[in-house]
């Protein structure tokens, strides 16, 4: 059993900062794609940024330039850095990842970032 566990979601003021951390706890499967998913109160869930087992990223427009995902492929973590928040960063993050051989989907639970401007 895989399980995904976020954690550093936080309330902060624009502009500043805070860094998402994802760890895949129980069953040690290698994953191919990581990432960072978002859901805003009465939005659908939309990618925000991920990062292949090669290093290969992928960002929203709305957050290029101002985050950066990073994984850690032998500790199974995945992280957002979040810098220059804005009030529209406010959302639910999820942590994804895709397993290497069966494609299965895993997710987090989220964990909450509100900022205020």
């Known amino acids: 059993q895989v399980q995904l566990v976020e954690s550093g979601g936080d309330s902060v003021q624009a502009g500043g900062s805070l860094r998402l951390s994802c760890k895949a706890t129980?069953?040690?499967?290698?994953?191919?794609?990581m990432g960072w998913y978002r859901q805003a109160p009465g939005k659908q869930r939309e990618l925000v940024a991920t990062i292949t087992r090669g290093s290969n990223t992928n960002y929203a427009d709305s957050v290029k330039g101002r985050f950066a995902i990073s994984r850690d492929s032998a500790q199974n973590m995945v992280y957002l850095q979040m810098n220059s928040l804005k009030a529209e960063d406010t959302a639910v993050y999820f942590c994804n990842a895709v397993a290497a051989f069966t494609r299965r989907d895993y997710w987090g639970r989220g964990t909450q970032v509100t900022v205020s401007s």
């Open positions: 129980g069953s040690i499967i290698s994953f191919d794609s």
